[in-house]
Structures are given as structure tokens and as C-alpha cells.
């Protein structure tokens, strides 16, 4: 079955800098890769995602890449603020009829330092 | 728009008990997955239900069972509580196949199981 590796586990960066967070999956036949941000206390909350055949999306301060080749993905924050403080988790999965699961990395803490 | 609605937030149990656990979609969704998120760890499939049909299950043990209603709100049901089974149960919501993006997840209820 699918495996996703995500790193760093936790992530420290100065205000206004950039953060990365890398993943990498095991299932060529993933197609559908969704970044959540869980913060204390709620559930996951989806704040970017890309499909297979689209290799690099961007909202406003978030990108994300992937390359299917090699079968890793990443997320990419900008400007950096303390509000962007929490656990980050990629995501993979199938879209096929019946292909009907997330499998998730184990999160990146990230914390933002003012 | 209401999101996704879970109940309860949290939960004490025995050891040997039952729980049932609630969620209910947003509007317009008919596809509801319940996921199991264990401290520090990133959240694992039980199952997905869609139009009221069983649509995929996780590695987990036959004590976990769920339903989906025809208002598309769905259950929970864990029977013969363990000391492991103490988690995180997040519902997630999409409109379902072959859509099957974006998925919202709701706030979770915290099981204790003593």
C-alpha cells in the first residue's frame, strides 16, 4: 500500500523567512496530494492541493510542487508569521473510482519565531 | 455554511465499553470518511461511506463499524474499548464519487478509553 514519508518532523524559522516541508510517496498511481494545517484543538483544515498533472500550484504566501518522476512533493511558505505556527501534514492519494483514501505523513511542527 | 459537524468533542470510556461517535456532512455532501489520529501522529483511514454504501475500510479491527444515514450524517461505532483505541476521531466530508477532492475535516472528538 501507500507509504508517505514527511520531513522535518519540526521546523523552526524566523519571522518572514521561507519554511519547506518535503514528502515523498511510494504509490506511482497517487495522483492527488492535499497539505492540511491542523492547529491545537481542531481538525485538519486543507489549505493547499495538486493533482498529478499540474507541477507547481500557488496561493498568495503557499506553493506547492510536485515531481512525479521522483515522487516527492513539497510546501512552500513565504513571509513567514507567527500565525502560521502549527503541524502541517502532505497527504497522497489515489482519485480512481474507488481510490478513496488520504494516507498522511506523520506532520512537521512548524514554529514561527518573532 | 455550517462545516462539519462532530459530537461528542470529547469522551471518557472504560475499558470493554461501546462508544458512538457522530458526524454530520456539509450540506450537499454525501461522502463521509472517519479517520483515527493518535497523538503526534498523522491521521489513519477506518472507513469511507458514500450514498450509504461502504465504499472502502482501513487496517482495522472488526470492533469498528459505521453507518451512513440517508441524510448522509454517518456513525461511528467502536465496541470493546482499549487502552490503544484513545485517539482523535476526525470525520471528513466530500461531495463524493467521482469527486473525490477536497476533503473537510471537522474539529474530532477525543476518546479516553481508562
Known amino acids: 500500500g501507500e507509504n508517505v514519508e514527511q520531513h522535518p518532523s519540526t521546523l523552526s524559522v524566523q519571522e518572514g523567512d521561507s519554511a519547506v516541508i518535503k514528502c515523498t510517496y511510494s504509490?506511482?498511481?497517487?495522483?492527488?496530494f492535499p497539505w492540511y494545517k491542523q492547529e491545537l484543538g481542531k481538525g485538519p483544515q486543507l489549505i493547499i492541493d495538486?493533482?498529478?498533472?499540474?507541477g507547481e500550484k500557488k496561493d498568495q504566501r503557499i506553493a506547492v510542487t510536485l515531481n512525479k518522476t521522483a515522487k516527492h512533493f513539497s510546501l512552500h511558505i513565504t513571509e513567514t508569521q507567527p500565525e502560521d505556527s502549527a503541524v502541517y501534514f502532505c497527504a497522497a492519494k489515489k482519485t480512481r473510482i474507488g481510490g478513496n483514501k488520504l494516507v498522511f505523513g506523520a506532520g512537521t511542527i512548524l514554529r514561527v519565531k518573532s | 455554511d455550517a462545516g462539519v459537524t462532530q459530537s461528542p468533542t470529547h469522551l471518557i470510556k472504560t475499558r470493554g465499553q461501546h462508544v458512538t461517535l457522530r458526524c454530520s456532512p456539509i450540506s450537499g455532501h454525501k461522502s463521509v470518511s472517519w479517520y483515527q489520529q493518535v497523538l503526534g501522529q498523522g491521521p489513519q483511514f477506518i472507513f469511507q461511506y458514500y450514498e450509504k454504501e461502504e465504499r472502502g475500510r482501513g487496517n482495522f479491527p472488526d470492533r469498528f463499524s459505521a453507518r451512513q444515514f440517508p441524510n448522509y450524517s454517518s456513525e461511528l461505532n467502536v465496541n470493546a474499548l482499549l487502552l490503544g483505541d484513545s485517539a482523535l476521531y476526525l470525520c471528513?466530508?466530500?461531495?463524493?464519487?467521482?469527486?473525490?477532492?477536497?476533503?473537510?475535516f471537522g474539529s474530532g472528538t477525543r476518546l479516553t478509553v481508562v
Open positions: 495538486i493533482r498529478s498533472n499540474v
Open positions: 471528513a466530508s466530500s461531495l463524493g464519487q467521482p469527486y473525490n477532492y477536497g476533503y473537510t
Open positions: 504509490d506511482s498511481a497517487s495522483n492527488y
